[in-house]
């Protein structure tokens, strides 16, 4: 019996086809992740999805000038932040942010890492937050 992937231009050509189309299933079944606009992120706490923790990775000093109000504070250059991420529950929703997207984009790669399935990314940060003028707490 000949191999399907036999070293024929059609079969190797069918062989990629296959290996390609499980390596996208794999990536869309990994992750449940989603980049939310300052507006989205605003209407989803209105009625907040049950166990939804928010996780601002700003420094402490950032976060004291101002957070979402319910936000825990994981300080993404702490040395404490990857294993403060392994405390949030993997199966639970995450509502990520910093200032402005780029730490929360790296915090967002940790969290996947260790195996956080449902993250809601505010990739426009607390400072589009705050310029649509959506309320802190301090």
Not at 97 to 117: F, H, I, P, Q, V
Request: hydrophobic letters at 45%.
């Amino acid at each position: 019996m000949q191999s399907p992937f036999a070293k024929t231009p059609h079969g190797l050509l069918r062989g990629f086809v296959a290996a390609f189309a499980c390596l996208l299933l794999l990536v869309a079944v990994q992750v449940s992740a989603k980049d939310i606009s300052v507006k989205e992120a605003a209407a989803l706490l209105q009625n907040p999805p049950q166990g939804l923790t928010i996780v601002d990775v700003r420094t402490p000093a950032e976060f004291r000038e101002g957070h979402i109000a319910g936000a825990v504070n994981m300080d993404f250059f702490g040395a404490d932040f990857e294993s403060q991420v392994l405390t949030l529950p993997k199966d639970k929703p995450v509502l990520l942010y910093c200032r402005t997207g780029n730490r929360s984009a790296g915090a967002y790669d940790t969290m996947t890492k260790e195996g956080l399935t449902n993250i809601l990314h505010m990739n426009q940060g607390i400072t589009a937050w705050q310029q649509a003028g959506l309320p802190v707490q301090k």
